[in-house]
């Protein structure tokens, strides 16, 4: 397999953006991404484009070729793929990039991330996202999201002595961080009084141990590591990549705090890239909900099953910690628009390996790590990036 | 680039299944492809799903995962992926699976194409179909696919001197090799006056010009070339896999009676196998109306553009003339599940050069090609395989 680096990145604002429309959003942060590069147009040899309900939330699919088409790129006829997988949609199209070039098929590939979720046709938000979550078993009796994720949380609870405390320090973290990110849809600081007093959603999470519904996207540029140096200075190599499903129903799972997923991908990710979890500087987490963060940063192997509330009351993941987690804000503040999500990780991890990341640049950053969760957990994807 | 071999297919009827759900028929589908190809469920690296809209169908996203977990593979944790180019979903799974297997990641990939389109949530068929077509320029304004591909032939009739009448002889040589085919959807022969007198739907197009809205799924095994003789001693090499877009609005091509997405794509697959289409034995083509095969055998370099129409008329492409198109029945007439089709035309190109095509078989049949389209043509990908 040949080495792969991402050479440029490029994201749009995140938050609720009325006023932009799909085709805005998405060549927004592919041109970004493509001027950061340092490439041309006509280098271009393929795209994949990561969205999980373009159909749902704006009536359109094929949107591999519309992104091609809008790019100003249909006249150069250069494959467009989009890839889908609920929430993790963005990291599997960089997975699929990433592995197009690995092949020898393309030496540049343009991969975005996108999600409009605001301005929705149909359905409401959350009604779309249950399409994530297991029809049969799940959608038709009334399950959304935020549910399945309290039940989650109650467990990891009653398990391991998980307090509503250690739930709401990872947003009161992730929002402060997300202060220092102009990106982020929420910029402002929250406490642990404001998590603990806010409208309940599904016991024990509230509204702000949830990321909100988000319009975004993001965009980076991969390139065979080789020929990276034809186009930046700057390039940063993915050297692990690790992929893994689970049951679709959260009721299956042998064990609803752990996500296999996560434990199965990442251990495909480490060994890939030659490393253990003691190595990561810098890491990106799916924090769909506050719980989410915790059962992450356990099964990523960054502390033991059980300890992850410890650990964020010990603030080890906090910007000044030993292992800072969501310096971006993550989805929790900077936002989720859910194709989006996992591309604008690889994102941050750049930006923090190319010490780009301004007020919440963490010092020495040279290993970095993005994990995306799809739904409950039925899918996962990690990638692991090293500054060369 | 490994070189990649199919070595195990599978289908399901194609129709209105009413009494068949999405899992029942991915998961048969899926389980005779196994069982064909000598591999067992550990052997699996990784899966690949076409679809092109469930979330829109049936309600339900995230069906790369749904898959894994419905076929009894989530205890296994393997990654699965799914992917969408509208009507050319099914190949576009079948080359990410092909890419990751030349990559090196994996060795042992099972694809599949799946769309449930008879049992609609919320819009009819043709509504959701629209959904692959430009919203803002067609869609909006009540554009539809028979509309967009009656205005390809309107000017294919006056550019070319193409007659209704030698549209109408696609869907009668089409139903003639579906009438020998036990998985499509329409088995009864037809003749040239039914489809001149049919139902019009729009101008020229009638009844018998439009492929089916159709239930079914498809499934192949793909295996490392150097491993394949492992599991099967009738291993069917890929030889040549090319993939192009093109404006997603027809009005924007420099010509409508070109799809420059099949020239590209062909162009690249060819150059792969280094062949010259003067050496295809047989090809599946993509035929969602008959006008779009007219137009394929020309983009494909089968006959000079223009002549597709004297071509069907001629007889070259029936099962005993020199280059046989759609021995499987086509979309026409095999129906056209639009997910699983690009899948489904790997399976008779496949049966084809193994000599198992029974009363359709073409005689010494070794190198194949299968062209699916997505829309109207925004999306086109091309695979060639040979028989080793």
């Known amino acids: 397999m040949r080495d792969v680096a991402v050479i440029g990145i490029g994201l749009t604002k995140f938050g609720e953006l009325w006023d932009k429309s799909f085709r805005q959003l998405i060549t927004e942060a592919g041109s970004k991404a493509i001027l950061d590069s340092g490439i041309e147009g006509k280098n271009i040899d393929a795209m994949y484009i990561g969205s999980m309900s373009s159909g749902r939330f704006i009536g359109q699919e094929h949107v591999g070729a519309l992104v091609a088409d809008a790019s100003g790129f249909s006249?150069?006829?250069?494959?467009?793929?989009?890839?889908?997988?609920?929430?993790?949609?963005?990291?599997?199209?960089?997975?699929?990039?990433?592995?197009?070039?690995?092949?020898?098929?393309?030496?540049?590939?343009?991969?975005?991330?996108?999600?409009?979720?605001?301005?929705?046709?149909?359905?409401?938000?959350?009604?779309?996202?249950?399409?994530?979550?297991?029809?049969?078993w799940e959608a038709f009796f009334g399950a959304t999201f935020p549910g399945?994720?309290?039940?989650?949380?109650?467990?990891?609870?009653?398990?391991?002595?998980?307090?509503?405390?250690?739930?709401?320090?990872?947003?009161?973290k992730n929002h402060?961080?997300?202060?220092?990110?102009?990106?982020?849809?929420?910029?402002?600081?929250?406490?642990?009084?404001?998590?603990?007093n806010a409208s309940p959603v599904a016991y024990p999470l509230g509204l702000f141990d949830c990321s909100p519904v988000t319009d975004g996207a993001a965009s980076i540029v991969l390139c065979a590591a080789d020929k990276a140096k034809k186009y930046t200075d700057k390039p940063v190599k993915i050297i692990g990549s690790g992929q893994a499903s689970d049951t679709l129903a959260l009721h299956a799972r042998r064990d609803i705090c752990t996500l296999d997923s996560t434990v199965y991908a990442a251990k495909m990710a480490y060994?890939?890239?030659?490393?253990?979890?003691?190595?990561?500087?810098?890491?990106?987490?799916?924090?769909?909900?506050?719980?989410?963060?915790?059962?992450?940063?356990?099964?990523?192997?960054f502390v033991k099953k059980g300890e992850g509330g410890k650990a964020i009351e010990n603030k080890i993941t906090t910007l000044d910690g030993s292992l800072p987690v969501n310096t971006s804000g993550g989805l929790k503040s900077k936002g989720h628009p859910v194709g989006a999500t996992g591309v604008a990780q690889i994102v941050e991890i750049t930006k923090q390996l190319r010490g780009e990341a301004d007020k919440r640049q963490?010092?020495?950053?040279?290993?970095?790590?993005?994990?995306?969760?799809?739904?409950?957990?039925?899918?996962c994807v990690v990638h692991i990036l090293e500054a060369v």
Do not use: W
Not at 181 to 189: D, K, L
Not at 363 to 371: D, P, S
């Open 362 to 379: 963490v010092k020495n950053a040279r290993i970095g790590l993005a994990h995306n969760v799809g739904g409950s957990g039925a899918t």
């Open 75 to 136: 006249h150069r006829h250069i494959p467009s793929t989009r890839v889908e997988g609920a929430c993790a949609s963005g990291s599997l199209a960089v997975r699929e990039g990433f592995l197009s070039i690995a092949s020898g098929m393309n030496d540049v590939v343009v991969v975005g991330g996108i999600e409009k979720m605001n301005d929705v046709a149909g359905a409401t938000a959350t009604e779309t996202l249950a399409m994530a979550a297991d029809q049969e």
């Open 271 to 301: 060994k890939k890239a030659n490393i253990t979890p003691k190595q990561i500087d810098v890491a990106e987490v799916h924090d769909c909900f506050t719980i989410a963060e915790i059962c992450a940063i356990e099964d990523l192997g």
């Open 148 to 172: 399945l994720y309290a039940m989650i949380a109650m467990r990891h609870m009653y398990e391991h002595g998980t307090t509503k405390k250690q739930l709401a320090q990872v947003a009161v």
């Open 176 to 196: 402060k961080n997300g202060s220092l990110n102009p990106y982020a849809q929420y910029r402002q600081e929250i406490t642990v009084e404001h998590v603990m």
